[in-house]
């Protein structure tokens, strides 16, 4: 269960820090097809006002989970792991929070720390602060990697799109020791009617620590 929980914070709460042999990843040469990729991923992710759908996460130590994910652009975002997987993740202002259900504690971690914090911008470019690393094209997907400029030992994210509908499938991080944890999208719902509360939360019954 500890490796398991562990796999969920490498692939959605916080990039860990990369390995050796990938710390500081390089900008990529983008051609100018690979720069029509990166405004199609824009125009796609920036599309996205909301999202619900089932999840499928499964690292390459075979740690499994699943559960339910919630997006509304911007700034909000619910993941609710099932059972087995004692746990929640959520966004609160500037801070996505770890909660240990079977513990009754939570942990707040700086949003800019994690792929959440690209996910649900309220305006989302690939430049700036993002560094696209690479983009690879195979089997009807597209690959697209990237890293935020100044943190690259935090690791590389890599999110995958499908090419026809172009749409966002999957994401996944690569920890420290090289174990991959991926994220697939299970009949994603985009742009429909979420119930309000979804995203309410009452802080006041757990006991919380603070990363920075």
Known sequence: MRNLILAALIALATVAPASAAERNPQTAALTPADREVVAQVEQTLNGIKTMKSHFLQVSSN????????????????????????????????????????????????????????????????LDGDITVTGIRRG????????????????????????????????????DAQG?????????????????????DFDARKYDSNRME
């Open 62 to 125: 075979g740690a499994q989970a699943e559960g339910e994910l919630y997006i509304s652009r911007p700034g909000k975002l619910r993941i609710n792991y099932a059972p087995p997987t004692p746990m929640q993740l959520l966004v609160e202002g500037s801070y996505l929070i770890q909660v240990d259900t079977k513990l009754g504690t939570l942990t707040y971690i700086p949003l800019s720390r994690t792929p959440a914090g690209i996910l649900i911008r309220s305006d989302i470019k």
């Open 139 to 174: 089997q009807g997907v597209v690959r697209v990697g990237m890293v935020q400029r100044g943190k690259e030992d935090e690791g590389e994210l890599t999110m995958v799109f499908t090419e026809s509908p172009f749409a966002l499938r999957q994401w996944s991080v690569m």
């Open 179 to 199: 174990v991959e944890t991926q994220v697939t999208l299970m009949n994603p719902e985009v742009n429909v009617a979420l119930d309000p509360h979804v995203f």
